[in-house]
């Protein structure tokens, strides 16, 4: 189609090139300005990959992540488990979500991190202290999407279930529940995000282990810079696989429908 | 009064030559518009009638610009169709008001060109011609789905465009209102004497309104009859020739009109 | 939707009440009977908040945190929406940043603290460009988005009226994108809110989330902690409420549910 839509485009770049182009220059920047100054605290990419390789050398690589893995796996899972169901039954009952709703809005804007003296007070510094955090981190933006998930449902589903003699069980799971999934689906892709924020800051805090601890241990013990950004680059790219292994939800067949208003 | 106007008979506006369209999605091809050849009046009412799916809406949009076609040419005014162009303009199917302006401004979406007082004239003249008096400072979603599609009608009309297309612009209405749109639209048009180019599914639509009725075929859409409609407005709709001409045009569909 | 049971008007402020007073009894007597020293009861993190109240640190400390916020943040909106609203409209050009989007994004804005303080030092700079950082990301991906999913319909109607493709960008781009701008905004200040806290904790010397580690530092003060921690609440809430008043301004009103 020659002029439907958007202006031509302004770079004529080959599309396969496209995403590598801007990638590859700033790598190779960040290379000379490197070499340019010696001498440098910062690692160029080229030591970014040394540390890389230390870190797979010495075994801690894998542990790390093993470690951040398993607290974000437990603190994001339990809050699924309870603040999804949770927070579509106070959604539905009117009376239920006038009474909570203060107390939620009060408590959901604390900062996890803010909670790190109490979850050192109760669980000490380890994983408790962490997978505590990142269910706080995780469990009030879910409880809130779920309750404006089924707000959002239209009547004519609930309407049609009532008509068919749904008992109030039947509703949520028949009716409610997967009228909600689309919304439900974009709220975890938004809490997982939250979460692998916090894990790496509760792990610069309150535990000693894990890719928030091997990012602060690297500079605290002797300014091991590659280290760090070696770190920050791992934590990217696992970032990035969870954010993508949520999106594959949003593929599966009987979630991805979504309804449009009006 | 004498309305019906062959298309010969005064100077060509709209040349459609051959046109073809094919669209390409997940690697399938369909034939949409096959060998389309049309011609409408300047100051014409055209019709164009034809099932849902069949291409209707692929050759409005082909016409005013939005979508160039595989093969063919469109020629408006002698110069062949590049884009979009002021002098033309859409009423879309999908609604085309903005939400995020009111009333008036939406009318006056086209005309930031005018100063001030000539702008504000305009719309207030506008305002008035579609019965929104009253809703000037409203938003979209404050009226209701008829007052819309007047709205969406008045900000066309506001530009002053040669020609006006109009995709199944009575569709999503009630019957009633759906009837005093059509007068409506036929009371601007007389007044006003732009060309029409008006696409519906509706064949009794198509016989009140049109000089013409282009009835197209099923996908790939071929023009399979173009049939004049020569009542003088108003029409009384259950006059002999009117029923005869709705009765003729069902039967070319294929559809006896007995439920 | 909802059930259609319709409350009261006195349910309306009693139950909300009865919710809250239950919870600080619970509070209460949890402490009473676990007979803890360590942690304070709801009387004393009232007496926490009042002492806090009178001591001059507790303005400059919310006022510190506020300052960063909005620098952090206001950077952010100036930069990430004309950024986000550009790469949404010229799709090869958002081919090229994308990947680099992608893998900066997710890492953690606090991963950045040891690379911040290098460059800044310990101080105001560090923390800013901390929650720059953790609001950028958001904010351009949101006006991407938006961009994106505006209704073809809008921007056919506007080219039809013969608008320049800048002024297409301005004048229907734009405000059709506005309501998923102003979400995305507003999930930005959540994580600005989240991430000052967390470097006030590591990078800085004031703020409420220095407040917070420093009371528990100095003399396990956990009257103050918690006493800072709802200080933390009730400010992120009053952001909150700030950013959704937007959502009912007149032009921007039509892309939100509202309910009542
Ligand atoms: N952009 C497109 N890509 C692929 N197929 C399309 C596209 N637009 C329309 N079609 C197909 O072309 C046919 C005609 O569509 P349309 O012109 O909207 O029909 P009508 O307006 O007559 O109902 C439909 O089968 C539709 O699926
Ligand atoms: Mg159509």
Known sequence: ?262 | MESSVAASATRIAVQVEDVGMIFTRDGKQTLVLDNINLEVGEGEFVCLLGPSGCGKSTLLNIMAGFLSPTSGTVRVGGEVVQGPDPRRIVVFQERGVFPWLTVEENIGFGLAALDRKERQHRINHYVGMVGLKGFENSYPSDLSGGMKQRLEVARALAVNPDMLLLDEPFGALDSITRLTMRRELLRIWEAERKTILFVTHDIDEAVQLADRVVVMSARPATIQQIVTIDIPHPRDLSSPRYLELRDGIFQQIGLAHHV | ?260
């Open chain 1, 1 to 262: 189609m020659s002029f439907e839509e958007k202006p031509g485009a302004v770079i004529k770049v080959p599309v396969w090139l496209r995403p590598w182009l801007l990638l590859a220059v700033l790598l190779v920047l960040w290379q000379i300005a490197i070499q340019r100054h010696p001498g440098q605290l910062l690692p160029g990419p080229w030591g970014v990959v040394g540390g890389i390789a230390d870190l797979l050398r010495h075994g801690l690589l894998l542990k790390y992540v093993v470690a951040s893995l398993f607290r974000v796996t437990w603190g994001f899972g339990l809050a699924v488990i309870l603040a999804v169901p949770l927070g579509m039954v106070i959604g539905w009952y009117t009376r239920a979500e006038m009474a909570l709703n203060p107390i939620i809005q009060i408590l959901r804007p604390i900062s996890p991190l803010a909670w790190i003296p109490i979850a050192i007070l109760w669980f000490g510094v380890g994983d408790l202290s962490a997978i505590f955090l990142i269910f706080l981190g995780s469990f009030f933006p879910l409880l809130l999407t779920a309750m404006n998930a089924v707000r959002g449902v239209p009547a004519v589903y609930v309407n049609a279930g009532r008509n068919f003699g749904l008992r109030p069980i039947d509703l949520f799971v028949r009716i409610l529940y997967p009228a909600a999934v689309p919304q439900l689906i974009i709220g975890l892709r938004i809490t997982l995000g939250i979460a692998w924020l916090v894990v790496v800051a509760a792990e610069m805090i309150a535990v000693n282990s894990g890719l928030g601890f091997l990012i602060v241990d690297a500079r605290n013990a002797g300014n091991r810079y590659d280290l760090v950004v070696a770190g920050m680059v791992i934590i990217g790219l696992i970032g990035l696989l969870l954010d993508w292994g949520i999106r594959s939800l949003e593929r599966v067949k009987s979630f991805r429908w979504s309804y449009s208003e009006e």
């Open chain 3, 1 to 260: 939707m909802n059930s259609l049971a319709t409350p009261a008007r006195w349910e309306r402020i009693v139950l909300p009440l009865l919710v809250l007073l239950a919870c600080l009894a619970l509070w209460y007597f949890s402490v009473r009977w676990t007979k803890t020293r360590v942690f304070p009861s709801p009387f004393e993190v009232g007496k926490g908040i009042k002492e806090l109240m009178h001591k001059q640190v507790l303005w400059g400390d919310i006022i510190d945190s506020l300052r960063r916020v909005a620098i952090g943040f206001g950077t952010a909106a100036i930069l990430g929406v004309p950024l986000g609203l550009i790469l949404g409209w010229y799709p090869a050009a958002n081919q090229v940043v994308n990947p680099l989007l992608q893998i900066l994004r997710p890492i953690s804005p606090l991963a950045w603290i040891p690379v911040t303080i290098l460059l800044f030092g310990i101080g105001d700079h560090a923390a800013t460009s901390l929650i720059f950082l953790g609001a950028f990301f958001p904010i351009v991906v949101a006006c991407i988005d938006g961009v994106s999913n505006v209704p073809a319909v809008y921007r056919r109607a506007g080219r039809n009226f013969g608008l320049t493709p800048v002024q297409l960008l301005l004048r229907v781009v734009f405000p059709a994108a506005l309501p998923q701008i102003i979400v995305g905004l507003r999930i930005a200040l959540g994580i600005a809110w989240l991430v000052v806290v967390a470097a006030e904790m590591v990078a800085v010397d004031s703020g409420l989330g220095y407040l917070v580690i420093d009371s528990r530092n100095s003399g396990k003060r956990y009257d103050l902690v918690v006493a800072a921690m709802l200080l933390i609440g009730i400010i992120g809430l009053c952001l909150d409420l700030f950013i959704r008043s937007v959502e009912h301004f007149k032009s921007v009103r039509w892309g939100f549910r509202h309910d009542s």
